[in-house]
């Protein structure tokens, strides 16, 4: 087995009673062997930068992100195929208490997540609804593989309150730590950004769990909604609503070429 024998009964326990939102840690969470060849596996930051999407935004940058199942190395591929056996579905439903829990072979916003040094993600809420298959996003699970990381260089992964004003937990990416909690409107997260000391890439992978039925008193699609740290100002006064304001001007852009194309094919 790929993935080491859950105790769901203490998981369940401790998903349904954790704040600031349901979340469990479970380390040791692949079998030791498969754990070290996932981690030798990665690509460097490197070379994955032309295997995968590259983030340059304010609020998420020098971070790729690689779905495409073809480009990954055979050991990723058979994570990414554990990761979504009906097996481990049935328990992650039991666990959250979420039923029908599917997985998203298009891994969109998934997969292989390699940060280098001066990386980051800030503090976010994320999409919770595909409009195109009608699927609700309800559950995130991510698998840390740094077989060295210094505290030091940061990239722990962080939940907030609903009002990003504390930090309620936070995980150093270790080996083989897996962290599963619920996509809501009120769990927010983020990572703490990575140093650019670090001499290592931070890796990981991420999959994400629907369901057809929308959560109790669900209030609507969102794209993810991400939020400046308290003592962030420059971030949160200016940094991010400039990005903010270039997103819907190139978004105004791109509709009225679309409409003047439209009327010079006529």
């Keep these: 087995m790929l993935i080491q024998p859950l105790d769901c ?7 349904s009673s954790a704040t600031p939102f349901p979340y469990v840690k479970i380390d040791n969470f692949l079998e030791p062997d498969f754990a070290e060849a996932l981690a030798k596996a990665y690509p460097s930051f490197d070379v994955a930068t032309q295997q995968g999407r590259t983030f340059k935004t304010v609020n998420e940058k020098k971070k790729v992100q690689i779905t495409d199942a073809k480009r990954f190395p055979e050991a990723v591929g058979r994570l990414n195929e554990a990761l979504a056996a009906g097996s481990l579905l049935s328990d992650l439903s039991y666990i959250t208490g979420i ?20 990386g980051r993600l800030d503090v976010h809420v994320d999409f ?28 722990q992964l962080q939940l907030w309150d609903r009002e990003v004003t504390r930090c309620e937990h936070e995980f150093q990416p270790v080996f083989n730590r897996c962290v599963i909690f619920e996509t809501s409107d009120k769990s ?13 890439p931070r890796q990981s992978f991420a999959v994400y769990y629907y369901t057809v039925e929308a959560p109790l008193n669900w209030a609507g699609m969102h794209d993810s909604i991400f939020r400046a740290r308290p003592e962030e100002k420059l971030r949160r006064y200016v940094l991010m609503p400039a990005e903010a304001m270039g997103r819907r001007l ?6 009225i070429k679309g409409g003047i194309k439209r009327v010079l094919g006529a």
């Design 188 to 200: 927010f997260h983020g990572v703490r950004p990575v140093s650019e000391q670090a001499q290592f």
């Design 9 to 15: 009964e203490a998981l369940r326990r401790q998903f």
């Design 128 to 155: 919770n609804y595909f409009a195109d298959t009608k699927l609700h996003r309800r559950v995130n699970l991510i698998v840390y593989l740094n077989r060295r990381w210094d505290e030091r260089w940061g990239g």
């Design 250 to 255: 190139r978004y105004s852009a791109r509709r």
């Design 99 to 118: 039923p029908k829990l599917l997985a998203d072979a298009e891994l969109r916003g998934g997969g292989m997540h390699i940060t280098g040094p001066g």
